[in-house]
């Protein structure tokens, strides 16, 4: 795919400021009824970047007992320092590298998948302006108080990059990434940024009370039980404690933001693209109920009931490449993110398919067509994106 202007893995890359933060109103703390139904044209797009570093591990921060989050109180499955250690985490399938631990998550966790995950987290840190929803209250959770050493969770942190900007912009505070495979990290990290290899599917009570934020995104197709894994982050977050979470719709929308059906080859409106994605849903599906709960979220949220003070979700479309009428050069760049995002996720999902059966014939075929279109805009087709929140009664 060449190289990817969009990743700080690229020469071509380059960082701009952090902007500041500015005060909104507190609905961006409340359930957003609204927000959750617009229709993908009455959504207001956004623009945000911020530098980003990546590095090896710094050993110096591996003593167990501190109840901040920094050190686990309780040993995960591994924890590493540099990219030796990841020997043992990782395996080739059919060309790529994935994960050795579950084989639930089947994307890759090699330096091509991360630089794609790079380029998702800088789109999506444009569309709502920043690095979380619910400004007020996560700010309220991480904010500097004497005799607390505040601390926060990126379960599923892929490449870091979430974790690096939150660890820039919050330098008083501890953060962990936990993910099944080392991140490939090639700079030096903030110092307060660790990260531990772990299968959250074998739980993460070990965490109790340890934190003030916990993120979770795009890790639902992982998760065995992400029901009981909300739970027991609950259990995980401190009081005021934020929680926040990100998935993308494993469904395609139209131009008009309906939902597209699966169509077969011949049918009117049939299209490659089409076929992949109901294809790698399918080879998702059979590793696990997972990726059924992308959707769910913000009602699990609900069915936990008073153990939150608030909770939210907004829900955005972004078109697949610059097709809608009268961009912005804003818009125009954050949908072509989500077109270079979903050509390497093309590439990322080649192993999972020839693991689910198919052959390797049909596979190319089906990721061929689907370039073409993607490259060519052919379709108009959006990607809707749930981002959902939570924050537990208390003072932080």
């Known amino acids: 795919m060449g190289d990817n202007p969009f990743s700080p893995r690229s020469s071509d890359y380059s960082s701009y400021p952090t902007p500041s933060y500015q005060p909104g109103n507190e609905a961006d703390d409340e359930l957003d009824y609204e927000d959750d139904h617009k229709e993908p044209a009455q959504h207001k797009k956004m623009m945000y970047h911020s530098e980003l570093f990546f590095g090896e591990q710094d050993s110096e921060n591996t003593s167990e007992g501190s109840s901040s989050g920094r050190n686990s109180p309780a040993p995960s499955v591994y924890s590493y320092h540099s990219s030796i250690d990841g020997s043992v985490l990782l395996r080739d399938l059919h060309g790529r590298v994935i994960n050795s631990t579950s084989e639930r998550y089947a994307l890759p966790a090699d330096s091509e998948e991360h630089g794609r995950l790079d380029i998702q987290h800088e789109m999506l840190k444009r569309k709502r302006n920043g690095l979380f929803f619910a400004q007020q209250a996560v700010r309220r959770a991480l904010a500097p108080r004497e005799g607390v050493e505040r601390a926060a969770l990126d379960v599923g942190s892929g490449s870091g990059s979430w974790l690096f900007d939150m660890a820039k912009q919050f330098p008083h505070v501890d953060f962990l990434g936990i993910d099944l495979a080392p991140a490939n990290l090639n700079m ?133 490449g610059p097709w809608e009428e009268k961009m912005s050069d804003k818009d125009r760049l954050t949908s072509e993110m989500m077109r270079q995002n979903f050509l390497r996720m093309v590439r990322s999902v080649r192993p999972l398919l020839l693991s689910f059966g198919y052959f390797e014939e049909t596979v190319d075929k089906w990721s061929a067509g689907a370039i073409d279109e993607i490259e060519n805009m052919k379709n108009k087709y959006y990607v809707r994106w749930l981002f959902t929140w939570a924050v537990k009664p208390g003072k932080p």
């Not at 959250?200 to 197709?221: A, E, Q, R, W």
């Open 188 to 320: 030096t990290p903030p110092p307060n940024c660790r990260f531990e290899c772990d299968d959250v599917n074998l739980g993460i009570t070990h965490y109790k009370n340890c934190f003030d934020v916990i993120h979770m995104s795009c890790i639902t197709p992982g998760i065995e039980n992400y029901r009981k894994l909300m739970d027991e982050a609950a259990e995980c977050l401190r009081p005021g404690g934020v929680y926040l979470t990100v998935e993308g719709d494993m469904n395609v929308h139209d131009e008009n933001g309906d939902l597209v059906p699966e169509l077969n080859e011949g049918d009117p409106g049939f299209t490659w693209t089409l076929r992949l994605v109901y294809a790698v849903r399918e080879a998702m599906r059979a590793r696990g109920p997972g990726n059924d709960n992308a959707t769910k979220i913000y009602a699990f949220l609900q069915d936990q009931g008073p153990i939150w003070k608030t909770i939210g979700q907004k829900v955005i479309y972004i078109p697949v």
